[in-house]
């Protein structure tokens, strides 16, 4: 018996040297060590060894169990590797030296109307700023009026760093700092990339675009913001929009807004895109708060200013007609191809 044992892992070895590939692993596996593999059949019928050989033939089939699992897995591994070898060696090879078909990529969309803001905002005197996407928790929250245990910041769960900072919710995060960076009198707006951790639905992302902007000087007053917001709105939707204020509430301006356009689509008369309200909620904005003003060391006794947060990536949506928040980060080309528009 003893013998066979030793007769049969030779044969089984040679057969592990001659694998040439997985499946030929894989076979050489299941006849050995399946469940009717040759050397489980040893192990099941131990039973009717003679029982003073009993003891080392069971010793000797686990041993040689145990060295063929690892000699095939050993083999496993060598084909992977040999695999990898070959995919580098055959890979495709990139001439990096073709020229680009300037026919093939497009703008995004949201690329597309942020830049038509900035345009338009640059026209006005505004300078245009970075935001960061990764704040801290300061400028995120406490230095627009946040602090610590404010309900406020419920509406505004998002991912948290292992070091204490955000991912930034809203580009009101950059205010603080421009503020300091300039001082007033200041004209400036920041686009940028926010994060929440939402459900996602057609119209919640965790990943989306706003644009802020801010305006403090001498005797800034609402009809500064109306003024502003009217004109931009208009050459946005290239015909003259009507704007209307309704009271919302932000930590950060006193008093707050929401601004809402009459539906520039239907003129006010009813249609998919306002819903049939008329009206299209757009842009929330406010009369900066004299505590946020000092903050960012301005003095609210000699300097007003007000300050909005343009949704970019709803406006790109009312703009070229998307229906569903989630295709603008979908990284699908089906959808971005549809929506290809310069
Ligand atoms: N940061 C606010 C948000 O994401 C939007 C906002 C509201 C910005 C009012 C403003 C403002 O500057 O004045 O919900």
Redesign the pocket.
Known sequence: MEENIEKLGQKIKEKIDAIKSMADAESVRVEALGKKGEVIEILKNLKNVEESKRKEVGDKANKLRVEIEELIEKKKEELKELEYEAKIKNAEKIDLTVPVDDKVGSLHPITIVSRELEDIFTGMGFTVEDGNEVETEYNNFEA?NVPKYHPARD??DTFWLENGEVLK????AA?NKIMKKYGAPLKAIFPGR?FRNEALDASHENTFF?M???MIDKNVSISNLIYFMKTLLSEVFKKEVEVRLRP?F?P??EP?FELDIKCPYCGGVGCKVCKYGSWIELC???M?HPRVLEMGGIDPEEYSG????LGLSRLAMMKYNINDLRALNSCDLRVLKQMKIK
Request: aromatic share 16%; net charge negative.
């Open positions: 627009v509406m505004q919710t809203q580009t009101s205010q926010c706003q802020e902007g801010m919302g932000f950060f301006v707050g929330p904005c406010g900066i007000f300050a909005f947060g």
